[in-house]
């Protein structure tokens, strides 16, 4: 029953910003954790940021800190990844996904996944 999906992703050119979107259904989202990925070509998938639901404490990727940030809205059952001052570099398929319970989940595997949207930042 648990379903995930990604939207907003789109051609950016480098600067530019773009808000994503994750709706989740089919668990009680706010005892869970929700992180967002992204997968380059030709690389593995990385973490890019992730939210608790322990304490919504943030956990953010080197490579994005200080430009990136994610919200979530438990009534709507919706996280959000902002995303300003992007780079070519953030060219990727962008997925989120649904962590375990407990405070440590966005340093545990992630258990659902979104089939993701793609962000492309080209000049």
């Known amino acids: 029953q648990v379903q995930l999906v990604e939207s907003g992703g789109g051609l950016v050119q480098p600067g530019g910003s773009l808000r994503l979107s994750c709706t989740a259904s089919?668990?009680?989202?706010?005892?869970?954790?929700i992180g967002w990925f992204r997968q380059a070509p030709g690389k593995e998938r990385e973490g890019v940021l992730c939210i608790s639901s322990f304490d919504d404490r943030r956990y953010y990727a080197d490579s994005v800190k200080g430009r990136f940030a994610i919200f979530r809205d438990n009534a709507k059952g919706t996280v959000y990844l902002q995303m300003n001052s992007l780079k070519p570099e953030d060219t990727a398929v962008y997925y989120c996904a649904k962590g375990v319970r407990g405070p440590r989940a966005c340093n545990s595997a992630m258990t659902d996944w979104g089939k993701g949207t793609l962000v492309a930042v080209s000049s």
């Open positions: 089919g668990f009680t989202f706010e005892n869970y954790a």
